[in-house]
C-alpha cells in the first residue's frame, strides 16, 4: 500500500510515469551518480511515503531521475539500514516502491570488506550469490521465493562485457554496525563468502520476489578484518569510494545505456 503511494508520488514529482531502472548507491557509491548524467528531478526520500531518513554518513538521501539513452532511472542516493533499527519491511521499502514504479531491473551498489586472496581495495566486484547471515526477511506473505539464480546471469555477462576485469563473488551480509571480528571472517571465508557487508540481502530477496531482475556490484573498501592486520573505518570506506569514483560512475552508465 505504502509502495504503491510512493510509486505514485514519484511518477508525480518526477513527470515521469514509469522508471525501468532503479540503482541504490551505498556507501562509497555517491560520488559516483554524478558520472551517470544530470536528474532532471530529484526528491528528498523524506517526502515520500515510507521513506525513512539515511544516516549513514556518505548517504544522499535524495532520489533522483535521469534518463539514459530511452531508460528512465531511478538512483537511490543511500538506503536504510537494519543497524540503525529499521525493519526488514522499512530497509526494502525504497526496493518495493521503485519496483512498484515500474522497475524491471534492480541495481545494488554497496561497499564491501574482501576475504578473498586477489582482491583488491578499490575493485568493483559482481554479486555472484549471496549469503543471508542477517536472520532476517523482509518476506510477509509471499512464500518459498526461488532464490536461484537471484543475481541475474544474463546482467551478469553484460556488465562483463563492458569490463571484462571485473571478478564475481559471493556476498556475505551481516547485520553490522560493528565490523567482524577476524574469527568471524576466518568462519565467513570457511562458509564461501568473498565479500563481507551489512547490506543489500534483503532488497535482492525483496526484488526477487516482486519478480524484478537484479545486478549487484560491491566495492571492495578495504580488506576484511584480520585479512592485512589493518584496522578498519567508515573514513576509509568512504575514501576509497570517492578514489574509484570514476571508474564507479563509468561503469554504471555503461550499463544502464545498454539494459
Ligand atoms: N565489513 C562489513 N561491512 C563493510 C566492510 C567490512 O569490512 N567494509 C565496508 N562495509
Excluded: C
Excluded at 511515503?49 to 532511472?73: E, I, L, R, W, Y
Excluded at 538512483?75 to 512498484?100: C, D, F, N, S
Amino acid at each position: 500500500m505504502t509502495a504503491e503511494q510512493a510509486a505514485a508520488a514519484i511518477a508525480e514529482r518526477t513527470g515521469v510515469p514509469r522508471h525501468r531502472v532503479a540503482v541504490v548507491l551505498g556507501s562509497g557509491w555517491q560520488e559516483a551518480a554524478a558520472e551517470i548524467g544530470a536528474p532532471h528531478a530529484s526528491i528528498p526520500m523524506t517526502e515520500l511515503p515510507g521513506f525513512g531518513k539515511p544516516s549513514a554518513q556518505g548517504h544522499g538521501g535524495m532520489v533522483h531521475s535521469v534518463t539514459v539513452n530511452d531508460n528512465n532511472v531511478l538512483l537511490l542516493m543511500g538506503r536504510q539500514h537494519l543497524y540503525e533499527g529499521y525493519t526488514p519491511q522499512q530497509v526494502v521499502h525504497p526496493v518495493t516502491a521503485a519496483i512498484a514504479a515500474g522497475a524491471e531491473i534492480v541495481l545494488l551498489t554497496n561497499a564491501a570488506g574482501g576475504l578473498r586472496a586477489g582482491l583488491h581495495v578499490g575493485e568493483p566486484v559482481l554479486i555472484a550469490d549471496h549469503l543471508n547471515l542477517t536472520a532476517r526477511t523482509p518476506l510477509v506473505g509471499a512464500r518459498f521465493v526461488d532464490l536461484v539464480d537471484a543475481w541475474d546471469p544474463e546482467l551478469r555477462a553484460l556488465t562483463r562485457e563492458i569490463d571484462p576485469s571485473l571478478t564475481e563473488g559471493v556476498y556475505a551480509g551481516l547485520i553490522g554496525p560493528q565490523y567482524e571480528t577476524p574469527a568471524e571472517i576466518r568462519m565467513l571465508s570457511t562458509i564461501g563468502a568473498d565479500l563481507v557487508g551489512m547490506s543489500t540481502v534483503l532488497e535482492a530477496i525483496e526484488a526477487r520476489s516482486l519478480g524484478a531482475r537484479v545486478l549487484g556490484i560491491s566495492l571492495v573498501t578495504n580488506m576484511a578484518a584480520g585479512v592485512t592486520g589493518e584496522h578498519l573505518s567508515h573514513a576509509e570506506v568512504l575514501a576509497e569510494g570517492q578514489a574509484a569514483a570514476p571508474r564507479l560512475g563509468k561503469l554504471l552508465r555503461g550499463i544502464l545505456e545498454r539494459v
